[in-house]
Protein backbone atom coordinates (compact mmCIF):
# COMPACT_ATOMS: atom_id res chain seq x y z
CA UNK A 1 0.00 0.00 0.00
CA UNK A 2 0.96 3.64 -0.92
CA UNK A 3 -0.16 6.70 0.93
CA UNK A 4 -0.20 10.13 -0.45
CA UNK A 5 -1.06 12.53 2.17
CA UNK A 6 -1.49 16.27 0.51
CA UNK A 7 -1.45 18.42 3.90
CA UNK A 8 -2.14 21.98 3.73
CA UNK A 9 -4.96 24.75 4.48
CA UNK A 10 -5.18 27.29 1.62
CA UNK A 11 -6.63 30.30 3.82
CA UNK A 12 -3.98 30.02 6.64
CA UNK A 13 -0.71 29.10 4.69
CA UNK A 14 -0.32 25.82 6.66
CA UNK A 15 -0.15 22.24 7.06
CA UNK A 16 -2.14 20.80 9.71
CA UNK A 17 0.49 19.86 11.91
CA UNK A 18 -1.05 17.73 14.08
CA UNK A 19 -0.88 14.61 10.94
CA UNK A 20 3.05 15.12 10.82
CA UNK A 21 4.01 13.92 14.60
CA UNK A 22 5.38 11.35 15.79
CA UNK A 23 2.16 9.47 16.75
CA UNK A 24 0.50 10.68 13.77
CA UNK A 25 2.95 9.07 11.66
CA UNK A 26 3.57 5.74 13.57
CA UNK A 27 -0.55 5.23 12.74
CA UNK A 28 0.11 5.83 9.29
CA UNK A 29 3.03 3.42 9.20
CA UNK A 30 0.52 0.86 10.47
CA UNK A 31 -1.29 1.12 7.10
CA UNK A 32 1.46 0.53 5.39
CA UNK A 33 2.40 -3.59 3.64
CA UNK A 34 6.04 -4.21 4.39
CA UNK A 35 6.81 -2.44 1.10
CA UNK A 36 4.63 0.43 1.44
CA UNK A 37 5.80 3.78 1.08
CA UNK A 38 4.16 7.26 2.39
CA UNK A 39 4.52 10.09 0.16
CA UNK A 40 4.20 13.61 1.97
CA UNK A 41 3.90 17.25 -0.43
CA UNK A 42 5.35 19.68 2.08
CA UNK A 43 5.56 23.30 1.17
CA UNK A 44 8.37 25.52 2.48
CA UNK A 45 11.70 27.85 1.64
CA UNK A 46 14.53 25.89 -0.15
CA UNK A 47 17.25 28.27 0.88
CA UNK A 48 17.88 29.49 4.11
CA UNK A 49 15.08 28.83 5.80
CA UNK A 50 15.06 25.11 6.18
CA UNK A 51 14.13 24.68 9.86
CA UNK A 52 10.82 23.10 9.30
CA UNK A 53 12.20 21.25 6.12
CA UNK A 54 15.36 19.97 8.51
CA UNK A 55 11.95 18.80 11.43
CA UNK A 56 9.76 17.42 9.02
CA UNK A 57 12.69 15.05 7.53
CA UNK A 58 13.67 14.50 11.35
CA UNK A 59 10.62 13.50 12.79
CA UNK A 60 10.02 11.02 9.72
CA UNK A 61 13.39 9.55 10.58
CA UNK A 62 11.61 8.52 14.16
CA UNK A 63 9.23 6.29 12.32
CA UNK A 64 10.79 5.21 9.09
CA UNK A 65 14.34 4.43 8.40
CA UNK A 66 14.76 5.64 4.71
CA UNK A 67 13.49 8.52 3.70
CA UNK A 68 14.54 10.81 0.47
CA UNK A 69 13.31 14.24 -0.87
CA UNK A 70 12.36 15.77 -3.70
CA UNK A 71 11.87 19.47 -5.02
CA UNK A 72 9.18 20.24 -7.17
CA UNK A 73 11.30 23.19 -9.29
CA UNK A 74 14.83 23.40 -8.47
CA UNK A 75 16.48 26.80 -8.41
CA UNK A 76 13.19 27.85 -6.89
CA UNK A 77 13.19 29.02 -3.13
CA UNK A 78 9.39 28.90 -2.34
CA UNK A 79 8.42 25.04 -3.12
CA UNK A 80 6.73 21.95 -2.64
CA UNK A 81 8.88 19.34 -1.79
CA UNK A 82 7.94 16.06 -1.62
CA UNK A 83 9.37 13.69 1.12
CA UNK A 84 8.96 9.36 0.36
CA UNK A 85 9.10 7.65 3.65
CA UNK A 86 9.60 3.96 3.98
CA UNK A 87 10.80 0.32 5.29
CA UNK A 88 12.66 -0.47 1.87
CA UNK A 89 15.64 1.60 0.54
CA UNK A 90 15.02 3.53 -2.66
CA UNK A 91 17.23 3.06 -6.01
CA UNK A 92 16.06 6.08 -8.55
CA UNK A 93 18.17 4.03 -10.79
CA UNK A 94 16.32 1.12 -10.76
CA UNK A 95 16.63 -0.07 -14.36
CA UNK A 96 12.68 -0.37 -14.13
CA UNK A 97 13.06 3.36 -14.47
CA UNK A 98 13.45 4.98 -17.82
CA UNK A 99 16.49 6.92 -18.33
CA UNK A 100 14.74 10.08 -18.57
CA UNK A 101 12.50 9.10 -15.69
CA UNK A 102 16.04 8.20 -13.43
CA UNK A 103 17.57 11.89 -14.51
CA UNK A 104 14.34 13.82 -13.62
CA UNK A 105 14.38 12.08 -10.66
CA UNK A 106 18.06 12.51 -10.19
CA UNK A 107 17.69 16.59 -10.86
CA UNK A 108 15.25 17.51 -8.39
CA UNK A 109 16.75 15.31 -5.55
CA UNK A 110 17.18 17.13 -2.60
CA UNK A 111 19.31 16.25 0.35
CA UNK A 112 17.74 17.33 3.82
CA UNK A 113 19.70 17.20 7.14
CA UNK A 114 17.35 16.51 9.62
CA UNK A 115 19.78 16.79 12.16
CA UNK A 116 19.01 20.79 12.90
CA UNK A 117 15.55 19.66 12.94
CA UNK A 118 13.32 18.87 16.16
CA UNK A 119 10.89 15.83 16.39
CA UNK A 120 7.01 17.00 15.99
CA UNK A 121 5.10 14.79 19.08
CA UNK A 122 1.66 15.38 20.15
CA UNK A 123 2.91 16.93 22.95
CA UNK A 124 5.60 19.28 20.74
CA UNK A 125 4.72 20.75 17.80
CA UNK A 126 6.41 23.84 16.88
CA UNK A 127 5.77 23.59 13.00
CA UNK A 128 3.16 26.06 12.31
CA UNK A 129 5.85 28.48 14.26
CA UNK A 130 8.46 27.25 11.76
CA UNK A 131 6.30 28.16 8.93
CA UNK A 132 5.63 31.65 9.60
CA UNK A 133 7.46 33.39 6.63
CA UNK A 134 5.48 30.50 4.47
CA UNK A 135 2.44 31.88 5.71
CA UNK A 136 3.09 35.50 5.86
CA UNK A 137 4.30 34.46 1.77
CA UNK A 138 0.83 32.96 1.34
CA UNK A 139 -1.19 35.85 2.83
CA UNK A 140 1.01 38.61 0.07
CA UNK A 141 -0.24 36.58 -2.52
CA UNK A 142 -4.04 36.37 -1.46
CA UNK A 143 -3.83 40.43 -1.12
CA UNK A 144 -2.33 40.46 -4.24
CA UNK A 145 -4.81 38.00 -6.15
CA UNK A 146 -7.77 39.79 -4.24
CA UNK A 147 -6.81 43.13 -2.91
CA UNK A 148 -6.35 44.37 0.05
CA UNK A 149 -9.84 45.20 0.84
CA UNK A 150 -10.55 41.77 1.70
CA UNK A 151 -8.85 41.54 4.54
CA UNK A 152 -9.55 42.54 7.98
CA UNK A 153 -6.55 44.12 8.90
Not at 72 to 101: C, G, M, T, Y
Not at 125 to 147: I, V
Request: net charge neutral.
Amino acid sequence: MKLLCRLFKPTRGSEPSHLLTVETLKQLQGLLTEQGILAVNFVAFANGKQSALNTVSKTLAQVFSQQISFISEPNKDFNDFIFLASAQSFDIHNERLKVEQQAWLQNRLFPIDGKNGVILTDNFNPLEHLQTAKAEKYRHFLMDMFGEELFVR
